[in-house]
């Protein structure tokens, strides 16, 4: 028997023991007759979650028996998304790429159908999903993304979630977009011109959430848009983009229901803001029923919160503690204040961030001062960051159980990572109110600090790997946590600006230990505005830092941010400005007078680099020549290993096939000695390359092939 026409018969079992006719049931369960009668008739074969749980409710199930319907229907989605008959729709699926909720979607059916009619408009290029925070802007955004997928032949080349939350800086949301896209975003070409290249002839829907951060940025959305004519754009933002062609869509809070709505329980648990209290409240409590008991209770607190999905969610997730009256009773009493909300703030969001406040006065001091606490992190973070950042500052916390509670009131959300570990984060609207209570708390300075030394010891951890055999782990971990690296470091400037001489320290010691990283996984852009504001810094506060250092000390690290700079430079293959040319010869001076030979042979090698990719062959040549003995003098096989690259990489441009067959040949053992991946990648490219105008056409094909795997396994 097939696993649909199972649930047929579970569900009709269950109907009949329940002794209703399908029509009664379908009143019940506020759906239509149509739609029990194509369940049991297994005419449908795929019954949304929220059908199920409309059904279960009308027919009083017990948890075993929900979890058994939950159980069939997944598998009754699995055969049919692995039939033959379902094969394109599930081909079309595969395109999507955004993250799966972790929670069941509540409601919005409305929303989702009028979003996805607005999408289908060949004239619409450009939805902005506007509102409070915490009125489910994101999750509207996903499941009409998911519904799209489901139906629409529009899209071939994708749907990409782009998750703009941890930017503040304009600068970086095109690097954002390509980074979710897979696309490069090293070069000299602009971000904006690249994506635009690579989009324009591509027909992909774009969500792009949280772009309120950075809605500066809206006018240069346009611009892309009207260069890629089949690309489509949903966006999220508590506030309108104000840009041509933008069609807003305002999301309200749930519907409510009025006094003859809660007389009938029924009726009442049609109404989305109930059925989500219910299923979140189920989540702690899987024997809640909304009942003619606590309707009234439960109907009176999502009043009180005005519909907001968020608020009713951390509301809901208290019932293991007090039943409905008693929550209500206390939120009568606490939501009145509105302490500290904005006075032109709109009512809903007050009433959200006093939400927010009342579970978070229920916390005893402990768990207060851990959510404060937590707000300092972008991006989710891991257990032993937790660790690293309370110590003796929150009073000596060294158990995480405390994390449990916060997960239990709904403030802290946890998830699996691919290897099993957990993960957590906050939504972005609670973590703006823990931040404004750190700020205000007398141990906010030192919980910034202690964030910042922890990432600045991962960075430094990861440094010595990211050119060995454990890069990818290591590139792939301080991918993960690049968003805190990020935070970590523009805290750190903006100490250092403010004339703290060891931030300063800090602060170059975090670029120059991400630098490589930056460079593989193309934050080339990045790295070099992070890195010019580090210049500027040294420039502005050399006293500072001398006096701190020392002068020898001092002119190091200035040569050192000279040379990361202009290697940017070098990466973005902008060798022909004067000044970043200007700046590599000045490091190579002071490391010369310095007698820092790996520093002066590194220098060589970039300036040898840049000179050959403008044709200067005579120079790269002389500048890697010298490079390459010093490198050999100091027993530095990655050293000697990407000179000979270079020295290859010269030959190849100046047809000199077989000599630099030979370089590329002498370098490949000593990438592969050290486990190098990306180096080895490198050299076989540039090997199959002067291969390929040798006429040696299977041997190049070979090694193109290999070089193209090694990068994509390195990312």
């Not at 009125?135 to 997928?149: C, E, F, N, P, S």
């Not at 977009?177 to 992909?204: E, M, S, W």
């Not at 951060?213 to 260069?227: G, H, K």
């Not at 750190?438 to 919980?447: C, I, N, P, T, W």
Request: aromatic fraction near 6%.
């Amino acid at each position: 028997m097939h696993a649909e026409q199972s649930f047929a018969e579970l569900l009709r079992r269950a109907r009949r023991s329940a002794s209703l006719t399908q029509e009664e049931l379908a009143a019940r369960a506020g759906i239509s007759t149509r739609a029990v009668s194509d369940l049991e008739r297994a005419i449908n074969r795929k019954p949304q979650l929220e059908t199920l749980r409309l059904l279960a409710d009308a027919l009083e199930l017990s948890a075993d028996e929900r979890r058994t319907w939950n159980m069939v229907r997944r598998r009754a989605h699995t055969h049919n998304n692995a039939s033959t008959h379902h094969h394109a729709a599930w081909a079309r699926s595969s395109k999507a790429h955004f993250p799966d909720p972790l929670t069941s979607f509540v409601g919005r059916e409305r929303e989702i159908t009028e979003l996805v009619a607005l999408l289908s408009q060949s004239d619409v290029r450009l939805v902005t999903i506007t509102g409070s925070g915490g009125v489910g802007k994101t999750r509207l955004a996903l499941a009409a993304g998911r519904a799209i997928d489901e139906t629409d032949h529009r899209f071939p080349d994708g749907i990409w979630f782009v998750n703009l939350a941890p930017l503040h800086d304009t600068d970086l949301v095109f690097a954002a977009i390509a980074t979710a896209l897979g696309f490069p975003v090293a070069g000299k070409k602009p971000i904006l011109d690249t994506l635009i290249a690579a989009l324009r002839h591509t027909r992909q829907l774009l969500l792009l959430d949280n772009v309120e951060q950075v809605v500066t940025v809206a006018p240069q959305i346009v611009d892309l848009l009207r260069a890629c004519p089949s690309v489509v754009i949903l966006a999220t933002s508590r506030v309108p983009l104000r840009v041509q062609g933008e069609h807003e869509y305002a999301t309200r809070p749930f519907a409510l229901p009025d006094e003859t709505d809660v007389m009938n329980v029924d009726r009442l648990r049609r109404f989305a803001a109930i059925d989500l209290f219910q299923q979140r409240a189920q989540d702690i409590d899987p024997e809640f029923r909304v009942t003619e008991r606590n309707a009234r209770a439960v109907a009176a607190i999502c009043q009180r919160v005005d519909g907001l999905p968020l608020a009713i969610e951390l509301v809901a997730a208290r019932v293991r503690l007090l039943p409905p009256a008693a929550l209500l009773s206390r939120l009568e009493r606490r939501l009145p204040l509105l302490t500290g909300a904005p006075h032109d703030a709109p009512a809903r969001q007050q009433t959200l961030r006093d939400t927010i406040a009342w579970s978070y006065d229920l916390l005893d001091a402990t768990h207060q001062h851990l959510f404060q606490a937590l707000s300092v992190f972008h991006g989710g973070w891991e257990l032993e960051a937790v660790k690293a950042i309370t110590g003796h500052v929150l009073g000596g916390i060294s158990e995480l159980n405390e994390l449990e509670t916060l997960i239990a009131h709904n403030l802290v959300r946890m998830y699996e990572q691919g290897d099993g570990e957990p993960r957590y984060s906050m939504l972005e609207t609670i973590a703006e109110f823990a931040n404004e209570q750190l700020d205000a708390s007398d141990v906010g300075l030192e919980v910034h600090q202690r964030h910042a030394q922890y990432y600045l010891q991962i960075a430094t951890r990861a440094e010595p790997h990211l050119k060995g055999a454990d890069q990818a782990e290591w590139m792939a971990t301080l991918e993960l946590e690049h968003a805190n690296l990020r935070s970590a470091l523009q805290w750190l400037n903006n100490q250092a600006e403010a004339g703290d001489g060891n931030a300063i320290v800090l602060s170059l010691r975090l670029a120059s230990a991400m630098f490589w990283f930056w460079h593989v996984h193309g934050h080339t852009r990045e790295a070099r505005q992070h890195l010019t504001t580090i210049l500027n810094i040294l420039r502005n506060h050399q006293t500072t830092v001398q006096t701190l250092t020392g002068t020898t000390e001092w002119s190091s690290m200035y040569a050192r941010v000279l040379f990361l700079v202009g290697a940017c430079y070098t990466w973005q293959a902008d060798h022909h400005d004067e000044d970043a040319w200007l700046l590599m010869i000045e490091s190579l001076a002071i490391f010369r007078r310095l007698g820092q030979k790996e520093d002066i042979a590194s220098t060589l090698m970039f300036l040898g680099y840049g000179a050959q990719r403008i044709g200067n062959f005579t120079d790269a040549e002389s500048f890697l020549t010298e490079g390459l003995a010093i490198f050999r003098d100091l027993d530095d096989d990655g050293g000697i290993a990407l000179v000979l690259q270079g020295l290859g990489m010269i030959d190849l441009r100046r047809g000199e096939y077989e000599r630099g067959s030979a370089w590329m040949l002498e370098s490949v053992p000593l990438f592969v000695k050290r486990g190098d991946e990306r180096g080895i990648a490198a050299s076989r490219a540039t090997l199959g390359a002067l291969l390929l105008r040798q006429g040696a056409l299977v041997q190049a094909k070979s090694l193109l092939a290999e070089s193209l795997r090694l990068r994509q396994h390195i990312g």
